[in-house]
């Protein structure tokens, strides 16, 4: 079976410190990955997701970058850590299906709490 | 308009009641569904996925699609403490690429 791994589960750190968050997924090959923020009361909101290795699409200009230098790796960065960078966030994995577009489920990480002080 | 509306709650009922949560949606190409529930502090979990319309149940659990009204439901039976979270529900299409579009959650709260 598939399973989702996600860590830290929690992180605190100064304002200007560096972040990497980091999120493996085993059983499947080729999956779609994708890091949320989750914030109170917003919903969910899509950071980054990939589509392969190398392959990063970004849908929110901000302080964070990603990268997937595995298959089934997925990690979440800032250089430079701001207050607003704080929040929960949510690596997740889909299943591209054959000679289209990603549909489908989607299956989430325990999540990464950070607080940026 | 938002693509995905869901009541946020809170939602408190006693231990043993019928529960129906409910989310509507402004984009008719949507055709695959689903309900997480997120307890506090964790990543939402999947309960239920759909594809297009109809009924589909999983021991307490049934989850409804009617694309016409461009409306989901999820009903929880006999309701118990341990269903105390929040419910998330998503969607996504074809024609949407990547995206998947969430509902911002209904905070439920099942009193023994």
């Known amino acids: 079976s598939q399973t989702i791994h996600q860590w830290p589960a929690t992180l605190v750190q100064p304002v200007g410190s560096p972040l990497s968050l980091e999120c493996t997924v085993e059983?499947?090959?080729?999956?779609?990955l994708y890091w949320y923020r989750q914030a109170a009361g917003r919903g969910l909101q899509l950071l980054f997701y990939s589509v392969g290795i190398g392959q990063i699409s970004s849908e929110v200009p901000q302080n964070l970058s990603a990268s997937r230098p595995q298959d089934r790796q997925f990690i979440l960065s800032s250089k430079k850590l701001l207050l607003s960078d704080s929040g929960f966030y949510l690596c997740?994995?889909?299943?591209?299906?054959?000679?289209?577009?990603?549909?489908?489920?989607?299956?989430f990480g325990e999540g990464s709490r950070l607080t940026v002080l | 308009q938002k693509e995905v509306e869901q009541d946020p709650g809170p939602l408190s009922v006693p231990e043993g009641a019928i529960v129906s949560l409910n989310c509507t949606y402004s984009n008719s190409a949507f055709q695959y569904f689903m309900w997480y529930r997120q307890y506090s502090r964790k990543g939402p979990e999947l309960l239920m996925y759909t594809y297009s319309s109809g009924n589909k149940e999983d021991g307490r659990f049934t989850a409804q699609v009617d694309k016409s009204s461009k409306y989901i439901s999820l009903f929880i039976r006999d309701s118990q403490p341990s269903d105390s979270a929040t419910y998330l529900c998503?969607?996504?299409?074809?024609?949407?690429?990547?995206?998947?579009?969430f509902g911002t959650g209904t905070s439920l709260t099942v009193i023994p």
């Open positions: 998503a969607m996504s299409a074809q024609n949407t690429g990547n995206q998947f579009y």
């Open positions: 997740a994995w889909s299943v591209r299906l054959a000679g289209g577009p990603e549909t489908g489920e989607l299956f």
């Open positions: 059983g499947t090959s080729n999956p779609n």
